[in-house]
T-cell receptor
């Protein structure tokens, strides 16, 4: 089992460009999440999906959109990147008990 | 807002010593979880303690939960160099969302 995979690992964008971060899990989990992590801070929830076909906003959703493509895949889209979105992005999925499994992260720099 | 706040922010100990870090939170919880993050990596789940539990063990890890004080502690016994990492507590709610604190950075010196 690969667990949670994310692509790409690194990305540099110019202000105003768009991109999609991909995430997939092979653990048959219903719930999936997107977080961002900034220096000296814990993770902040951007969006989550409790089950296939549903998505909800988290703590910091502005500037992002998500798609739960199927049970395995949950993508995060930046429509018009801003320097404030420079961060490390983590995708996660969780068991029925609530334990979360994280991907390796995507380091995004917006110039 | 961050619902789990760790203390201390940083901790440096000698190999073989115990490391203790604390977590406080503000609102009610379904469970309290601890995660480890090695530099440049994703978070790894360590242990989950439910709101009706007071203590839980996993290998060299011991977690306590005091819901009356809205606090939890993580003890790592007989630390090793490989324990060098950041440790985060996360408040679990009924809707399967987690709220993370800012973390404690632990350095284990050889």
């Amino acid at each position: 089992n690969a667990g949670v995979t994310q692509t790409p690992k690194f990305q540099v964008l110019k202000t105003g460009q768009s991109m999609t971060l991909q995430c997939a899990q092979d653990m048959n989990h219903n719930s999936m999440y997107w977080y961002r992590q900034d220096p000296g801070m814990g993770l902040r929830l951007i969006y989550y999906s409790a089950s296939e076909g549903t998505t909800d906003k988290g703590e910091v959703p502005n500037g992002y959109n998500v798609s739960r493509l199927n049970k395995r895949e949950f993508s995060l889209r930046l429509e018009s990147a801003a320097p404030s979105q420079t961060s490390v992005y983590f995708c996660a999925s969780s068991t029925e008990v609530g334990e979360q499994f994280f991907g390796p992260g995507t380091r995004l720099t917006v110039l | 807002s961050q619902q789990g706040e760790e203390d201390p922010q940083a901790l440096s100990i000698q190999e073989g010593e115990n490391a203790t870090m604390n977590c406080s939170y503000k609102t009610s919880i379904n469970n309290l979880q601890w995660y480890r993050q090695n530099s440049g990596r994703g978070l790894v789940h360590l242990i989950l303690i439910r709101s009706n539990e007071r203590e839980k063990h996993s290998g060299r890890l011991r977690v306590t939960l005091d819901t009356s004080k809205k606090s939890s502690s993580l003890l790592i016994t007989a630390s090793r160099a490989a324990d060098t990492a950041s440790y985060f507590c996360a408040r679990g709610s009924n809707d399967y969302k987690l709220s993370f604190g800012a973390g404690t950075t632990v350095t284990v010196r050889a």
